[in-house]
T-cell receptor, first 117, second 110 residues
Framework: ETGVTQTPRHLVMGMTNKKSLKCEQH?????MYWYKQSAKKPLELMFV???????ENNSVPSRFSPECPNSSHLFLHLHTLQPEDSALYLC????????????????FGEGSRLTVL | GQNIDQPTEMTATEGAIVQINCTYQ??????LFWYQQHAGEAPTFLSY????GLEEKGRFSSFLSRSKGYSYLLLKELQMKDSASYLC???????????FGDGTTLTVKP
């Protein structure tokens, strides 16, 4: 079993659909994150949760809505998306928000490839 | 905000040494990470520097100069499997988590 698992791996949706991405970490970490990775652009930090509390929202449009019901699970709820939202959405976790090896480095899931038609 | 600059692409020969540079401008610097990402896969952690100097881990080493806002990742004895994207990421004390550079795509040729 991998440390961070994401489902679904691939998702195609229309602009009027509502869908959710799910992330689960089996590492006992305290912090979880959503990143967006688009072609030819750097990884963009979207949301940060520490001990189930949202500590950062990087000016992400409200059509993306995160949810962290417990320290092991993170969701990204999607509604009325635009074609430019098509990207790879990566979930990550770390032991804590700060620090070096053993605490601060990110463990990524395989990502959910989203296509918005 | 912050700027993180890396070369877009690099090519090297199997068995050679390659240095991938990363420069950054940031406030509240709290550490610099390097990650490796193979095509179609998730990024994986390679190294971390928070103090000036060189950190060595097998064939990979990472260097940091905080006064110059500069880091490099050094890969020795290159192997074909080292062909990947290398991501420089900076942590700040006043931000949630790492901000990433665009990444450097390294191609290792026989």
């Amino acid at each position: 079993e991998t440390g961070v698992t994401q489902t679904p791996r691939h998702l195609v949706m229309g602009m009027t659909n509502k869908k959710s991405l799910k992330c689960e970490q089996h590492l006992g970490h305290n912090a979880m994150y959503w990143y967006k990775q688009s072609a030819k652009k750097p990884l963009e930090l979207m949301f940060v949760y520490s001990l189930e509390e949202r500590v950062e929202n990087n000016s992400v449009p409200s059509r993306f809505s995160p949810e962290c019901p417990n320290s092991s699970h993170l969701f990204l709820h999607l509604h009325t998306l635009q074609p430019e939202d098509s990207a790879l959405y990566l979930c990550a976790s770390s032991q804590d928000l700060r620090g070096g090896p053993g605490t601060g480095e990110l463990f990524f899931g395989e990502g959910s490839r989203l296509t918005v038609l | 905000g912050q700027n993180i600059d890396q070369p877009t692409e690099m090519t090297a020969t199997e068995g050679a040494i390659v240095q991938i540079n990363c420069t950054y401008q940031t406030s509240g610097f709290n550490g610099l990470f390097w990650y490796q990402q193979h095509a179609g896969e998730a990024p994986t952690f390679l190294s971390y520097n928070v103090l000036d100097g060189l950190e060595e881990k097998g064939r990979f080493s990472s260097f940091l100069s905080r006064s110059k806002g500069y880091s490099y990742l050094l890969l020795k004895e290159l192997q074909m499997k080292d062909s990947a994207s290398y991501l420089c990421a900076v942590d700040r004390t006043n931000a949630g988590k790492s901000t990433f550079g665009d990444g450097t795509t390294l191609t290792v040729k026989p």
